[in-house]
C-alpha cells in the first residue's frame, strides 16, 4: 500500500499479490457455486451473483479500502479501474458463452439476458470430474497466465521481447482453439 500511495513501482511480491487479488476479484460471481442461498433456485431462477451489482461490489469495496489506506488520484483511480475491469471480465466472459442467462440488472429487475450467439464453449458444472470444465479452465488459463506474465516486472524491467512473443504466441494459440470449439 505505501508503494502504491506514492505511486512507486511496486515490488515483485506486492504486484503478484495484487494480481492474485484481481483474480479472486474475477471469481467473485460464481461465489453461488459455494453459498447455496446464493443460488438461482434460491431467487427464482436468476443468478444474482452476476449480476452488474454483484460483480462490482469487490472493486467498490477495494477501493474504499486503498482509499482508507492512503491511495490518492490517480493511482487510486488506476487501481480501482484495474479491480472494475476484473470484476467486469468475469460477466463478459459468461455472457459470450451464451447459454446462461444473467440477471445483470438485479436488483432493480429480475429478467435473465442471455447474448443470442455464444462465442466462447459452454463448460456446464465447474467440477474437477468434468472434462469440459477442465478443458476450459487450461484455455482460460493459457490465455490469462501469459498476458499476466507480460506485465510481471521482471529486475524492475519487462520482459525479454522474445518471451513477449512466446507469450503472447501462446495466449493468442489458447484464443484460437477456443473460438474453434462448438458451445
Sequence with gaps: VAAARRGAQPSRGIWLAWSAWLVAVAWFPDLDYAVPALR???HDGARVTHSLTFALLLPAMTGVVLAI??????RL?????????AGMSHMVLDFLVGVTPQALFWPISDVAVVAPVGVLPSAGTPSPANPYFL???A???GVLVPLLACGVPWRGRAAHPVLTAALLACSVTCMAVAASLPR
Design 69 to 74: 489506506a492512503g491511495v490518492r488520484g490517480r
Design 135 to 137: 478443458r476450459n479452465l
Design 40 to 42: 438461482s433456485g434460491a
Design 77 to 85: 483511480a488506476d487501481l480501482t479501474l484495474q479491480a472494475v475491469g
Design 139 to 141: 484455455i482460460e488459463l
